[in-house]
């Protein structure tokens, strides 16, 4: 597992190349406030409500989720000289994250097409997110633009 | 197309189904607050940064983007009476969301599938994102949990 600080380029990346993350805590209150604004449902904005729920507790929108993910990616878990550029691509929230999770990401790379034509390539890479007891709660699979060395 | 507000279980459904939900419109400030919280790469915070980028302009993190469509599913664009409980599915973003881009989601139900043992089932839908020129900018393809009717 590499924790690389140097930023990347094509050249650098190779497949089964590793990047694990800083962590990030899942704080309450800003789950219920993002869930507010973008998935306002009452399992993600009242504890009441998450009891009651198939979730058996409050459990943050997995869209928030997503969203940490790429905060622990942008800011050191994925060093990509040129920024993480995404065309898309497959997601899993296989357990809901909870109010003081701590987790972060492990990342892989997967697969590299490098362009016949221009100087550079897209990478696949495959993330996990894991809590803080080890179980994997967010799955992500993305297609990068990544540049060549100029 | 069905505007459908009566909340639905898994006996409405039908293939076929589609939905559209409300708009929203794009505003940089609170694109830019995003992109800060969780995807603080310059083409997402600065203009300059992003008419230096290859987005010849600011664009919205996906995430924004992807948290806008929840917003839009999860208020009126697709009313399933259990909420929407995702497992995941895929996304892909064929092109950026530009400040002022107001964008609404079209919806339609591609697969269904009851449990043999359980009164639920597995359904998949397909939505996108279209901007006020009628560019798709956001594909995502769910699959969600739907509860039948008690």
């Given at each position: 597992m590499v924790n690389?600080?140097?930023?990347?380029?094509?050249?650098?990346?190779?497949?089964?190349?590793?990047?694990?993350?800083?962590?990030?805590r899942m704080e309450e209150d800003r789950m219920r406030e993002f869930a507010a604004e973008f998935d306002p449902q009452p399992f993600h904005m009242d504890r009441a409500a998450g009891e009651a729920s198939i979730f058996n507790g409050l459990v943050a929108s997995g869209w928030y989720t997503a969203a940490v993910a790429m905060r622990l990616l942008a800011t050191g878990g994925?060093?990509?000289?040129?920024?993480?550029?995404?065309?898309?691509g497959e997601i899993a929230w296989p357990k809901p994250t909870r109010p003081g999770d701590v987790v972060h990401m492990e990342t892989e790379v997967v697969d590299i097409a490098p362009s016949r034509s221009k100087p550079q390539g897209v990478v696949t890479i495959r993330g996990k997110m894991m809590n803080q007891s080890g179980?994997?709660?967010?799955?992500?699979?993305?297609?990068?633009?990544?540049l060549r060395r100029a």
């Open positions: 690389q600080s140097e930023p990347l380029y094509l050249d650098d990346l190779q497949v089964g190349q590793r990047f694990t993350s800083g962590t990030y994925l060093p990509i000289a040129n920024g993480l550029i995404g065309y898309g179980d994997v709660v967010y799955l992500l699979t993305a297609k990068l633009l990544v």
